[in-house]
């Protein structure tokens, strides 16, 4: 028997980016451990990576191509060689690009792998050959990159693992014991060197109980918070008036607008006590340092980008960026451009007048009858979006089309792939190269393969070499290596040095102190408090609270009186990836939907009651989980669960909202507004 020890990265869309070890036995995957060398992770994996190797070998994985033989969303499918499945996909793709033009394609994808070749490389030169819709937006992160670039020119903030460094932290819109588990410990450091651990979340989640004190703020409504911040600071003299003359522009504009938002003002607007706000911003202003973390879920609103801006000021005004530790820490993801440059994998003949669509209005593309040329042809990979995408019914109403052409690359059979017309099977991340950049952290992981592809399973690559191929095509740039692909992106490191380490810390400066002295990425060096450039887009150009039209202070909320949070909630889920699989959705029990007892007992309802959470939008029957998490006024319904055995939705997201936020392309799903009533 040979066995071997392969070192890689956990690829999935998770800010921990944890290094793992693979034991294999005679070409067989049979341990997955945590790499204890990884400076982040430590060694440890996760609840749902620590059953990988399950997921791997599941009988559920999706191991040839194949073709639709029943009706679409049907799941009914027959097995077909690659060379039948391929041809089936030139010859449509062919057709529709001779009749409507390439637009009529529209490639679909999201961070199903964050790999930095898997994610998205060849393919961008593939659908440029074919003159494709291009892709735009964001369903996670590009909000809160633009928000904060707003305020400091680039998305670049501090090193979250710098936050054991802090006296005071502040948890804003972010559930780290869940979502950023290997951070904790970084955290409770600090809170064992003194530091006050505070949260700002209209959940209770398990890191809001374990925070020294929770502020529960109607959802959407946090910017009014801030911006009372300001005010305090402001009164209060709780301010580095060196730092501010030295490094911002704007605080005089600044001062004068939010003169107004007394803590008394912004209390009513998120449903807070005023002394609240005023200790808040007293601890705030007075801790040294003082770290603000924060991660993606609160770009999900109407004013997400504004979130992010407006957040990026109050360290500013502390000047609390001199100090390692202060600060604020977000995704660490621009960090990697000091030794990665993706834009490599743009071609050259990108047309950039070619239209553009955004990922999160997919269910407006396939559907508006306004889309001119139509969508014919739609490749999904890495995706989900039939769960994953706000008004999830209107995409599965598109998918229906007789006239659209479906290609999903899927390692299972999830919701969106019983769409497809043509299935391709994924390899998944034990059997195929890559290079992890994270933005949990700031080092890059390798991932060398450590199995053969299981099946008939190839990797993304791979996929877009085949369909050039078929299609056609002979451009050397489609048909590039994973390796070539890899090193044509690195600067001042090699892939040798990667595979020998496992894990090499981005070539930037330590300590990170990205704001010391200023440095601001905007064209003054400055950090914006004003921003010319905002007001330029026809954007607010000072912070400014605007009510999410479709939140609790926003004027449907007479007709629809519930604000419906969705947010990851499981141990064992991963998104959309695991809920099917017996190790993960059955242990976590079903979907729900929580409330809490004042708006029960309104309704006449009682824990485990079945009943109907609906909008104008969708339906759906799940059983009531009363508890005391939630403020009356606010529920919510765990994300990640696919239908039921019978095919019928119960992803919340049948009931989001795919309302654009401010800017930054993202999607404002957590303003949604619900009634609930006793299922009959
Ligand atoms: N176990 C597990 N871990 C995961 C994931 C998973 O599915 N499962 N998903 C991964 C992915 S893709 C991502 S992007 C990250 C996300 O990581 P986070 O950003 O930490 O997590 P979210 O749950 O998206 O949102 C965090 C919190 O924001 C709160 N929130 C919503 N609206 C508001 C608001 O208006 N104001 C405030 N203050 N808070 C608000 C929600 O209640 C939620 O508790 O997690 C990653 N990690
Ligand atoms: N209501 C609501 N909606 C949300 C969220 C929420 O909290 N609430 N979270 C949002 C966020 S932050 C995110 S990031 C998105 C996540 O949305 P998605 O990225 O769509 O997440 P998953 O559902 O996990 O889908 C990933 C899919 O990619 C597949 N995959 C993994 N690796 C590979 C590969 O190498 N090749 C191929 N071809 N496929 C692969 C997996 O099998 C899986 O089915 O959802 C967003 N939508
Ligand atoms: S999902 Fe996140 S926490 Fe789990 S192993 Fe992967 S990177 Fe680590
Ligand atoms: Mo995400």
């Known amino acids: 028997m040979t066995t071997r020890s392969v070192l890689g990265t956990c690829h999935h869309d998770c800010p921990d980016s944890c290094g ?23 060694g440890e994996l996760c609840p749902k990576v620590n059953h990988f190797i399950d997921r791997v070998y599941s009988p559920d994985r999706l191991l040839t191509p194949l073709v639709r033989n029943g009706p679409k969303g049907s799941g009914r499918f027959k097995r077909a060689s690659w060379d039948e499945a391929l041809e089936v996909v030139a010859d449509r793709v062919g057709t529709v690009v001779e009749t409507l033009g390439g637009e009529a394609v529209l490639p679909w994808w999201d961070a199903g ?24 937006g964001s369903l996670c992160g590009g909000t809160a990159s633009d928000g904060t670039a707003a305020t400091y020119g680039t998305a670049h903030a501090a090193d979250p693992m710098d936050v054991r460094h802090a006296k005071f932290v502040l948890l804003w819109g972010t559930n780290t014991k869940l979502t950023n588990r290997h951070l904790w410990p970084f955290i409770e450091e600090a809170r064992q060197n003194g530091a006050e651990i505070v949260a700002i979340d209209p959940l209770r989640t398990s890191t809001a109980a374990a925070a020294d004190r929770h502020i529960q703020p109607l959802p959407g409504t946090d910017v009014a918070l801030m911006l009372a911040m300001m005010h305090v600071l402001i009164r209060d003299g709780l301010l580095d008036q060196e730092y501010i003359d030295a490094y911002s522009l704007g605080f005089e504009a600044l001062r004068d607008h939010v003169a107004d938002w007394t803590p008394v003002r912004a209390a009513t607007e998120c449903g807070l006590e005023s002394e609240t706000i005023e200790q808040l911003a007293r601890e705030y202003g007075s801790a040294r340092p003082a770290h603000i973390r924060t991660l993606i879920g609160a770009e999900h609103h109407e004013n997400g980008a504004m979130f992010f801006r407006a957040l990026s000021c109050l360290p500013v005004l ?40 955004n990922m999160n209005h997919l269910g407006r593309a396939l559907t508006d009858p306004t889309v001119e040329p139509p969508i014919q042809a739609l490749f999904v990979w890495n995706g989900n979006p039939v769960v994953t995408v706000p008004n999830a019914d209107l995409i599965r109403q598109g998918l229906r089309r007789e006239d659209l052409f479906t290609v999903v690359s899927e390692q299972f059979m999830t919701d969106t792939a019983r769409y497809a017309d043509v299935v391709f099977p994924a390899t998944t991340q034990l059997e195929q190269v890559d290079l992890i950049t ?6 890059l992981g390798w991932n060398e393969p450590a199995i053969e592809p299981v099946g008939e399973s190839v990797p993304n690559t791979e996929l877009w070499r085949r369909l050039a191929a078929a299609m056609g095509f002979d451009d050397p740039d489609l048909f590039e290596s994973d390796l070539s692909l890899i090193e044509s992106t690195l600067t001042g490191l090699s892939i040798d040095d990667l595979r020998r380490a496992g894990m090499i810390r981005a070539d930037v400066p330590s300590p990170l102190l990205p704001y010391a002295e200023g440095g601001f990425g905007t064209p003054s060096g400055k950090a914006e408090l004003h921003s010319t450039a905002l007001g330029n887009l026809g954007l607010d150009s000072l912070p400014t609270y605007r009510a999410p039209e479709e939140g609790p202070n926003g004027s449907l909320a007479k007709k629809y009186p519930l604000s419906l949070l969705t947010p990851k909630h499981h141990t064992r889920f991963l998104n959309t990836s695991y809920s099917h699989l017996p190790k993960h959705g059955p242990r976590e029990g079903g979907p729900f939907v929580e409330m809490d007892r004042v708006d029960a007992a309104a309704r006449g309802l009682t824990d485990g009651d079945r009943v109907q959470v609906w909008n104008d939008r969708a339906r759906l029957t799940l059983p009531a989980r009363i508890s005391d998490r939630l403020r009356p006024g606010v529920v919510a319904i765990p994300f990640g669960w696919w239908s039921d055995d019978h095919g019928e939705p119960m992803t919340a997201n049948s009931l989001t909202s795919d309302t654009l936020t401010d800017w930054g392309g993202g999607v404002a799903y957590s303003d949604t507004l619900v009634e609930i009533s006793r299922a009959l």
């Open 20 to 42: 793992w070890i693979a034991t294999v036995e005679d070409g067989v995957a049979v341990k997955l451990r945590g790499n204890p060398d990884h400076p982040f992770s430590l």
């Open 113 to 136: 792998t964050q790999g930095l070749i898997q994610m998205s490389s060849l393919d961008r030169r593939l659908f440029a050959r074919l003159g494709a819709s291009r892709l735009t």
């Open 318 to 357: 502390t000047g609390s960026w001199r100090v390692l530790g202060g600060g604020l820490s977000k995704s660490t993801h621009s960090w990697a451009a000091a030794n990665v440059d993706d834009s490599v994998f743009d071609p050259t003949y990108q047309e950039p007048s070619t239209r553009t669509i």
């Open 438 to 443: 994270a933005w949990g952290h700031v080092y």
